[in-house]
């Protein structure tokens, strides 16, 4: 965050640098220099606050590009600039000069608006928030820097004092954003929620008395009892607003949000927790279900990437009114009495800055207004204000266009180990890309794809958890059931003797194998009989194995510990062999008649050794044993793709339950993930790891004959 001083050092030392150049060139640079970067600084802000919200609900890496970008680039820039106004002001010639030159350092407090960055965005990643005390140190070096320029532009004039309510705002500003900072910190944000230490019921003392009682011969026995559950009520306030879009549903998930966000900090649950939350989502509806789990990672990315946690708030909102009131202030003090006397340019720049700086601010407060924030005030508020404001707001978010009813992406990305292997989709520039040992990286991000979650794909995972959660009396059966990744569908079918082997193997083992078969059997399937793979529970399979094989290839740190990708690599390696033999293979139903004619009569391991993770033709057996349950055990064709379905089911809820919160929270800022809302789905059915305390108090009572 020193960068003001090191661009303070290289600007001294720019005349030596610009010598290679032409006089021309170099008189031009040095006249706008400051113009420029001031210019770019206030572009890079735009940008931010009309991107910084939208990665929430764009999974595309376009997305992620510019923002990172431009949240490297803003705060490099702005601290350039300050370090370049700073070298600036020692280079006075003559009158006018001093007098353009006050005008320029008036441009300083609106750097440190700069730096205190849009209320969209204030951190791209977590590691962001880890860093708060580095910019605690930036904001005391900035604005010394920027207060330095102040007083050595000092020339009792307006425009000095107009500076001084800029200052402010921009003081507000870059504090805010260092507070929030520190707020989302992984430490500060744990114990923001940690309860009080809670030393228990005094044992000592009970003890004591037992003693005592049974010195004095007394028989003394012991009554145990547990502690009365008492649950919780949710019900809404009276007062709710009905007219507002969704509203018992945002006070539902706001409440259980206050108590689930303890998961995001690895802190555990109770028993109540547990219950009232099974007794809402065991009576509900799977779109209700999904859309509380929506509202809720909504609140969380807000909290953990956004100023929310001090927007939201009087002390917020009271700030908000200052710094835009000293800004629209000051800019109507420099247009009436100001702008007269100085260089047109830097007029209108300065114009640029103070017009700028007040529609990004309305901009930020009409997102604010438009987010499930203000809609769940609104909806705890039954009066006309309350209709007035909600009309107000759906006027500007129909001028405006703004999308806020998109809580996230709803989409799931999908690879394919077959379609990556016969390269189905063929890549452009390709000799460019391997000419600059590129190819590579993009090519796992060119056979990479997205599509939407499904309404029938939510319904498969909510009505298979919802059955789970019904079947686990209490928390220890609850936490049986996250250790299952499909061994539990395939002994509730009869059919564990015959694939339990490919459950059994290492988790990533058995993500390539069931891929591998599911692919094999679907377009095998479709080539029979095209009609058969229209079932919703076809198509879930498909999606779910290629979503977790994306998970494999592409984020393989949300899934348990393993060797993956080795796995892959020597799965493609083996099935790339394959195919050349087998020319001309074009696509993917040839491919898996050809894999499928192979004999897997003796094992492959027996074969091969175990040099090579290649579990291609383990796969084949696999897939030869499922296509056979229609041939030997009469089944229906949809029965086949029920129980894949169940097994996809099940191995997506293992690898949510297995994978950190921290991981979970990282993929909120990139569009959201299915597994991240698995994973929270399951917590409130009850069945995860995090309930700890499953009775509560012991009530122990002395019983004295």
Not at 71 to 80: H, S
Not at 149 to 159: E, T, V
Not at 261 to 282: C, E, H, P, V, Y
Not at 500 to 527: M, P, Q, R, V
């Amino acid at each position: 965050m020193l960068v003001a001083g090191v661009s303070s050092m290289i600007l001294i030392n720019k005349r030596r640098v610009m010598e290679i150049f032409p006089a021309s060139v170099t008189k031009l640079w040095n006249e706008w220099e400051i113009r420029v970067v001031v210019l770019l600084s206030l572009f890079f802000q735009i940008v931010l606050i009309l991107f910084g919200n939208r990665r929430k609900y764009i999974a595309r890496n376009w997305v992620r590009v510019i923002i990172w970008l431009t949240y490297l680039a803003a705060d490099w820039i702005a601290a350039v600039s300050l370090g370049a106004l700073s070298n600036l002001e020692g280079d006075v010639e003559d009158k006018s000069s001093e007098l353009n030159n006050v005008l320029l350092a008036f441009w300083a407090p609106f750097l440190l608006l700069h730096l205190g960055g849009p209320d969209t965005i204030t951190s791209y990643s977590q590691e962001d928030n880890e860093l708060w005390l580095r910019h605690l140190l930036g904001l005391f070096v900035q604005f010394c820097v920027a207060f330095y320029i102040f007083l050595r532009s000092w020339k009792g004039k307006l425009l000095n004092i107009l500076a001084i309510p800029i200052f402010v705002a921009g003081l507000i500003k870059y504090s805010e954003r260092t507070w929030v900072l520190r707020s989302a910190s992984s430490t500060h944000f744990r114990d923001s929620m940690l309860p009080r230490p809670d030393p228990g019921p005094n044992y000592a003392k009970f003890m004591d008395e037992f003693v005592l009682k049974k010195r004095e011969g007394y028989n003394v026995s012991i009554r145990l009892g547990a502690e009365i559950s008492k649950m919780i009520s949710r019900s809404h306030p009276a007062a709710i607003n009905n007219g507002i879009p969704d509203a018992a549903i945002l006070q539902d998930a706001y409440y259980f949000f206050n108590t689930f966000k303890r998961l995001f900090a690895d802190l555990i649950l109770s028993f109540q927790d547990r219950r009232n939350s099974q007794s809402f989502f065991q009576n509900t509806s799977w779109e209700e279900a999904f859309k509380v789990i929506e509202i809720e990672l909504g609140f969380m990315y807000d909290v953990l990437y956004t100023k929310a946690i001090v927007i939201y708030s009087r002390c917020g909102f009271l700030l908000r009114f200052i710094s835009l009131s000293f800004t629209v202030s000051a800019c109507i003090a420099f247009s009436v009495f100001v702008k007269h006397q100085y260089s047109v340019i830097d007029v209108i720049i300065t114009f640029l800055l103070l017009v700028g700086g007040i529609i990004l601010e309305m901009y930020a407060i009409i997102v604010l207004l438009s987010s499930d924030w203000t809609m769940l005030w609104l909806s705890q508020h039954k009066n006309p204000l309350a209709d007035l404001i909600y009309r107000s707001i759906s006027c500007c978010q129909f001028c405006f266009l703004f999308s806020s009813r998109k809580r996230w992406s709803n989409s799931m990305a999908q690879y394919n180990l077959i379609g990556f292997c016969i390269k189905d989709k063929p890549i452009k520039f390709l000799g460019v890309q391997k000419f600059f040992h590129i190819y590579q990286m993009l090519e796992e991000h060119h056979y990479k794809s997205f599509t939407v979650v499904t309404p029938d794909l939510k319904r498969l995972i909510f009505e298979q958890l919802l059955d789970k959660s019904r079947s686990a009396s209490d928390i220890k059966a609850c936490r049986q059931l996250c250790a299952h990744r499909g061994d539990q569908v395939l002994g509730e079918m009869d059919c564990f003797a015959k694939f339990g082997w490919s459950i059994e193997a290492e988790f990533d083992e058995s993500i390539l194998l069931w891929h591998i078969a599911t692919d094999l059997c679907y377009y095998t399937d479709l080539n029979k009989n095209s009609i058969s793979v229209k079932n919703t529970k076809c198509e879930a399979c498909k999606l779910l194995s290629d979503y977790m094989l994306y998970l494999l290839v592409m984020c393989p740190f949300m899934l348990p510990d393993g060797i993956g990708q080795i796995r892959f690599q020597d799965s493609c390696a083996e099935a790339t062999v394959f195919f050349q033999d087998k020319k001309p293979i074009t696509n993917r139903i040839q491919a898996s008649e050809k894999l499928l004619q192979v004999s897997t009569e003796i094992l492959p391991s027996e074969v091969k050794g175990d040099r090579s993770k290649s579990v291609l033709f383990d796969a084949c057996r696999l897939a030869n044993s499922l296509q056979s349950l229609e041939r030997e055990e009469q089944w229906q064709c949809e029965k086949k793709w029920g129980m894949i379905s169940l097994v996809w089911v099940e191995m997506l809820c293992y690898a949510a339950n297995q994978c950190r919160w921290n991981h979970h929270a990282k993929q909120l800022r990139r569009g959201g993930e299915l597994l991240t809302h698995v994973w929270l789905l399951m917590a409130h059915f009850g069945i995860t790891e995090h309930f700890k305390i499953s009775q509560g108090y012991a009530r122990a009572e002395l019983v004295v004959s």
